[in-house]
């Protein structure tokens, strides 16, 4: 006996689509095909939609403990569902920052009490923490270690033997903000006195650069798993086009960097790091979703809008876009720019593939039901009241993207309808996590 089955739908999968009914039972896909006459206590006819797994966000920042005002883990994991991501990666640049495996333990207590989408958390590199971040990592507690090579929200920077000592010491995979700080130092000092700079000529590319190419040396000497989050050049690109084949180093772009440029100018609602760039950038970035880049992500990072008023200098950096991505990308897919083959691997199977993220990401016998089912072609304008992030804020507020799911299935309960919220705080789990390579 089922506990559900959804008919008629259209599977996405990386490698093609497939029209099929799919049975669920405790939780998990336990058949795919045609399941005509099959007991089953609920159904669905899903004829006319298309059925994606459930996207996997590996990096979004939900700000607690420490910032409930911007965002908590339940109204992070509500903007989250609403907008079809049902898996959540949390940076550890919270308040504590989470460097230690109390800090570990005590974020994730809370969000085991608030998600309503399933979670992993990462832990953060810091002067002196390589063997306590090894621990949680060999545990599979924490998802990964994260590296911040250049200063941004929170004090999580490190320099470059700390750097180096995560690099030969700590296993798993290592996500790195890839902006160098002696690049970044020199151009704030220009800056000062300015009052409204450009941001990406504050923080420009060559940060970037100096950065990634610090990390391929790296890498040649001490091969390990690095993850380079929101790549934002072409100039990173071409280097990781000579070097990337040979390294174990994947590559991420966040939704920003696709559909926002410096002609955007919308001030310090677009400002972020590394900086939102110019238009030959982000065309390069959309040229390299079918190539260089292995995942997509939204790198939510939920500011008031009172903070994002104040002048360029006092305003922090970050942009909320856990709930757009999806429909923003999806938008992409209806006006023919990616297909959803490509979308399903960026947003979901490849991510869980790097984390070992247990059950996750695909459509097929065994993994979560973990779904969303969206028509195809349907869109609106983006309304900021129907946020479910807690800021209220979205630079592609009256933006036109594809429409809010009809339905998102965390583990085969409904989470969202519509964009509407039907879950209870506490419903998600810490996602398991899969063995180690072998390296490690
Ligand atoms: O713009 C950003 N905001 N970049 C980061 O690296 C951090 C993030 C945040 O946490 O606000
Ligand atoms: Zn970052
Ligand atoms: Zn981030």
């Known amino acids: 006996m089922y506990d559900r089955i959804i008919r008629h739908a259209t599977i996405v999968r990386p490698e093609g689509q497939i029209r099929a009914d799919i049975g669920i039972e405790d939780g998990k896909i336990s058949a795919i095909g045609e399941l005509d006459g099959q007991a089953t206590r609920a159904e669905t006819n899903a004829s006319g939609l298309v059925l994606l797994p459930g ?34 990666c949390d940076m550890p640049n919270t308040s504590p920052p989470t460097v230690s495996r109390k800090d570990w333990l005590q974020k994730e207590a809370l969000a085991a009490q608030q998600s309503i989408v399933d979670y992993g958390i990462w832990a953060g590199a810091a ?145 972020c790091n590394p900086p939102i760039r110019d238009e030959a950038d982000r065309l390069a970035m959309w040229e390299a979703l079918e190539g260089e880049i292995d995942t997509l992500a939204s790198d939510h990072a939920p500011h008031t809008k009172e903070e994002k008023e104040r002048g360029y200098w006092d305003a922090p950096s970050g942009i909320p876009g856990v709930e757009t991505t999806l429909p923003l990308m999806l938008r992409g897919v209806w006006e023919g720019r990616l297909s959803l083959e490509r979308l399903v691997a960026l947003g979901a199977e490849r991510p869980a593939q790097i984390f070992a993220l247990q059950g996750k990401g695909r459509i097929d016998v065994g993994y979560d039901a973990d779904m969303v089912l969206v028509e195809p072609q349907a869109m609106r304008t983006l309304q900021a009241r129907d946020l479910q992030t807690r800021v209220g804020w979205s630079p592609f507020a009256g933006w036109k993207m594809a429409s809010a799911p009809s339905e998102v299935l965390v583990r085969g309960r409904t989470v969202a309808r519509e964009g509407k919220i039907v879950a209870d705080a506490g419903s998600g789990r810490k996602i398991p996590l899969g063995p180690l390579t072998k390296a490690d």
Do not use: Y
């Not at 590996?58 to 898996?87: I, M, N, Q």
């Open 55 to 88: 996207f996997v966000d590996s990096h979004v920042h939900f700000r607690c403990p420490g910032h409930p005002a911007k965002e908590d883990w339940f109204s992070g994991s509500k903007a989250a569902a609403a907008g079809g991501v049902t898996s959540v």
């Open 127 to 271: 002067a002196g923490n390589a063997e306590e971040i090894s621990e949680l990592i060999r545990e599979r507690l924490a998802c990964g270690v994260k590296v911040f090579m250049g200063a941004t929200t929170g004090p999580l920077l490190v320099d470059d033997n700390t750097l180096a000592e995560h690099f030969q010491l700590t296993p798993g995979v290592m996500g790195v903000h890839a902006e160098d700080e002696t690049v970044l130092s020199h151009f704030r000092d220009l800056g000062r006195g300015q009052s409204t700079p450009d941001h990406s000529v504050l923080r420009p590319p060559e940060a970037a650069v100096k950065a990634v190419r610090r990390l391929i040396e790296l890498c040649e000497t001490w091969p390990r798993e690095v993850h380079i989050c929101h790549l934002s050049t072409a100039a990173e690109l071409e280097l990781l086009r000579a070097q990337k084949k040979q390294l174990p180093i994947t590559v991420e772009v966040c939704t920003h960097h696709l559909w926002l440029s410096t002609q955007n100018a919308l001030g310090n609602w677009m400002k």
